[in-house]
């Protein structure tokens, strides 16, 4: 999902599991014309998501609304020629593990989510979303507070802190590499090989 804003001349492509719904927001917080997204805490709480808050999924009514941006659902270089255009990656064995848990609740086992059970969509590399040879600039999802001021500084727009988004609780946050086993990681090394070689991630 592309995000366009000519005011400020800039365009975000947001990959999923990337951080990007905390960088929509923030970028709603950081532009003075923008009006002020909902409170971080009624969105991006594990509760507001769970039991559907009026408020979650906000931001693609918030950018509907507004004259100064667009939203489009894919990456189109063409169109955003004259643009500052950035995105965010993610280590892809750790941003399939955020992936499985978004997308199974823990319903299925990890394993059999990525060796059999993965829906296509989600085994797209971050580089077919958006490849960086068309980006002005990214940042990581592991420096997502402090490359995000960076975005802002680029932007000349003032800088804000990042709420942690779209989290679901769980024993393995801290270390996705305990939850893979030799089979899976070369599985994922196939799968995710451009990531790997462009974006230069390792396991």
């Known amino acids: 999902m592309t995000i ?16 990007g719904c905390a960088i929509t927001w923030g970028l709603a917080k950081a532009i003075p014309e923008w009006p ?18 009026k408020n979650y999924g906000w931001q693609h009514i918030y ?18 020629e004259g643009l500052r255009v950035f995105s965010f990656y993610r280590n892809p064995f750790d941003r399939l593990l955020s ?3 978004w997308k199974t ?5 990890f394993k059999d989510f990525v060796m059999n059970f993965a829906p296509k969509g989600l085994l797209t590399q971050q580089i077919d979303y958006c ?36 989290k679901y609780p769980r024993a393995d946050a801290e270390n996705y590499r305990e939850q893979y086993d030799e089979e899976m990681v070369q599985a994922v ?6 990531d790997i070689e462009v974006l230069g991630y390792a396991f």
């Open 4 to 19: 366009i804003c000519k005011t400020h001349g800039f365009a975000f492509y947001h990959i999923p599991k990337t951080g």
């Open 36 to 53: 002020d997204p909902p409170p971080a805490e009624e969105v991006f709480g594990i509760e507001s998501r769970c039991k559907g808050h």
């Open 63 to 80: 950018h509907e609304k507004m004259g100064s941006s667009i939203m489009h659902p894919l990456f189109i270089p063409q169109h955003l």
């Open 99 to 101: 992936l499985y848990w």
């Open 105 to 109: 609740k823990g319903g299925v086992k």
């Open 131 to 166: 490849h960086p040879k068309h980006l002005s600039f990214f940042g990581r999802f592991e420096n997502l507070n402090d490359d995000f001021k960076k975005v802002c500084k680029e932007l000349c727009i003032k800088p804000v802190d990042l709420p942690i988004v779209n």
């Open 189 to 194: 090394r196939k799968i995710y090989a451009g």
